[in-house]
């Protein structure tokens, strides 16, 4: 039997791979993942698709790339397959599932479907993937790095709609304003500020999130909840911005019930600044690929979706990320 084995995890017992479709599946009792579309190639030249035991899947702003980690986790002892399984043509019908996903747990939760946005996390993925998702009639699209949104939207028709999910620096807000029709990730007073006044000189108005560090995670960037709550007048006075609500990206667990306690915290902060400050923010921003159901339970407006409708992410695009956004 072909085995899989992170680096630093051990078993007495050989760890199989399993169906990336499948669920709710253990493996040795370790911390599962389940990211749909991966497979590998084994030193016996059988593509085999897998589940990941992970133990760092989520960065901020990013969808975790499985194939830096797995070269890193087995050493050589496994290489990944030339391709995704997730290509072009499969698009739609993994965009078709993740809809159903969210018809499924709006009806959970008593939800109307309409309150609840899908953004596709297109970043890093070539633009035939992004008219794929298009021609299957979806519209709004997520992009974390405005170099290659200014390279990409182009080639994409003209009613495509698009979102800014990553962390935006200021010597990219003059570029990034007139592309994104929504800010997803204004974390500090000093952005929300150049925004404003490059915004001013540009003749613009930009719709913003403000993202909260809802877990005060080092790692993470974000508005800690009391700081923000110290600067909310100081943000709602900046004329040229409209605020609608707020982001989070809450800490690794290995399963999505984990994520819960963060998104509630995120939408009853929400909740206490609209009493709090007089204002409406309707839009609260949680769930990725791996908890977007859990985070429409609890009240998501808006679920940022990669890895579960385009596949993993293309390499030679990983290695340009790494400059800077």
Do not use: C
């Amino acid at each position: 039997m072909n085995t899989f084995r992170p680096s630093g995890y051990s078993t007495k017992t050989p760890t199989p791979l399993v169906s990336p479709l499948a669920t709710n599946t253990s493996i040795a009792s370790a911390p599962v993942i389940t990211l749909p579309g991966f497979t590998f190639t084994s030193a016996s030249n059988s593509v085999i698709p897998i589940r990941f035991v992970e133990s760092d899947i989520r960065q901020s702003h990013s969808d975790f790339d499985a194939s830096v980690w797995v070269r890193q986790a087995v050493g050589g002892s496994v290489d990944l397959d030339g391709g995704s399984t997730t290509a072009g043509q499969d698009v739609p019908s993994n965009l078709e599932r993740v809809r159903s996903q969210i018809a499924d747990a709006a009806k959970k939760s008593g939800r109307s479907l309409d309150e609840i946005e899908l953004i596709a996390i297109s970043k890093t993925h070539e633009a035939e993937k992004v008219r794929a998702a298009f021609d299957a009639g979806h519209q709004i699209f997520g992009e974390s790095r405005v170099q290659e949104a200014r390279a990409k939207i182009p080639l994409l028709p003209s009613s495509a709609r698009w979102h800014f999910v990553g962390r935006l620096q200021k010597n990219k807000i003059r570029h990034a304003l007139p592309l994104f029709e929504l800010f997803h990730s204004v974390d500090s007073i000093e952005l929300a500020r150049d925004m404003n006044r490059i915004a001013d000189e540009e003749g613009l108005h930009p719709r913003v999130l403000l993202e909260v560090n809802v877990a005060g995670e080092g790692s993470k960037i974000g508005f800690a909840p009391d700081s923000l709550r110290a600067e909310m007048e100081m943000l709602l006075e900046l004329p040229r911005l409209t605020i609608e609500g707020l982001m989070t990206i809450p800490p690794l667990a290995p399963e999505a019930e984990a994520s819960r306690k963060y998104f509630s915290a995120l939408r009853d902060l929400r909740d206490q600044f609209a009493l709090q400050f007089q204002v409406k923010l309707p839009q609260l921003s949680m769930g990725m690929s791996d908890d977007f159901a859990i985070a429409i339970e609890e009240g998501a407006t808006l679920v940022r979706v990669g890895t579960a409708i385009f596949g993993k992410r293309t390499p030679a695009r990983l290695r340009d990320e790494s400059a800077p956004g």
